[in-house]
C-alpha cells in the first residue's frame, strides 16, 4: 500500500455534481438507482446488475467498494447532483496495475441527467483525481461498440481509440459483443493544461 495515497480527496466537486467515495448504509440509495436504469444498465452492466437485485445486495456492494477504497485496489465514487444531494451515477477507477501506474474507468447516469453534459464535468474531475492525486500514467475506458453516446464523451475529454476487441462483452441478454478501448496518459492529459 502508498502511504502517500491515505489522504487523497473523497470528494471531487464540479460546476453540477459532487463526486464522492459511498458511505455506509448508501446501498438504500444505490438500489433505486439501479433498478431505475434496469434496462439501460443491462446493455453494458450486466456484472453490477447480478451484484444488486436487492437493497441488501447494494449494501453489501458499497461496503466492498469502500473496503476497495482503504485497500487501494479501486476508487469508486457516487456522483451526486449537487444542489439536490440526489444520487445519479456512478464512477469508478479500477483494474489498477501499481506497476505501471495504469487504470481503468467505468461509469453510468441515470437515464434523467444523459446528454446534459454532466458527464464530461465527473471524466473530467475523475482523469484530473487519477493523474494528480493517484499519480497514475495512464486510464483506459472500455466502451461496447454499440455504446455511440460513452464513445463520444471519450473523445470529448481528449482519450484516443486504442483499438477494438471481439467478442469481449455480454449483454445481459447473452449476446456476446465487441468492445472498443479508448486510453489517455499523463503526459496527453498535462499536455491540455497548458
Known amino acids: 500500500m502508498k502511504a502517500e495515497l491515505y489522504n487523497v480527496d473523497t470528494a471531487l466537486i464540479t460546476d453540477h455534481t459532487v463526486v464522492r467515495r459511498f458511505r455506509e448504509n448508501e446501498g438504500v440509495l444505490l438500489y433505486p438507482l439501479i433498478a431505475d436504469n434496469y434496462t439501460r444498465l443491462g446493455e453494458h452492466f450486466s456484472v453490477t446488475l447480478h451484484q444488486i437485485t436487492s437493497k441488501e445486495q447494494a449494501e453489501f456492494f458499497v461496503r466492498k467498494k469502500i473496503a476497495s477504497w482503504i485497500l487501494q485496489e479501486e476508487y469508486n ?11 445519479i451515477g456512478f464512477i469508478r477507477i479500477f483494474n489498477i496495475d501499481w506497476n505501471i501506474p495504469k487504470g481503468e ?41 454499440d455504446n455511440q453516446s460513452a464513445q463520444r464523451l471519450a473523445r470529448k475529454c481528449q482519450y484516443r481509440r486504442e483499438g477494438d476487441l471481439r ?13 472498443m478501448v479508448f486510453g489517455l496518459t499523463k503526459t496527453e492529459f498535462f499536455g491540455m493544461d497548458s
Open 167 to 179: 467478442s469481449e462483452m455480454k449483454k445481459e441478454n447473452g449476446e456476446i459483443i465487441d468492445v
Open 77 to 87: 465514487f457516487g456522483i451526486w447532483e449537487k444542489d439536490t444531494a440526489k444520487l
Open 105 to 145: 474507468i467505468d461509469f453510468f447516469i441515470d437515464r434523467d441527467y444523459t446528454q446534459m453534459g454532466t458527464m464530461t464535468e465527473v471524466l473530467q474531475a475523475i482523469n484530473d483525481f487519477g493523474f494528480h492525486q493517484l499519480k497514475l500514467e495512464k486510464l483506459k475506458l472500455t466502451i461496447s461498440i
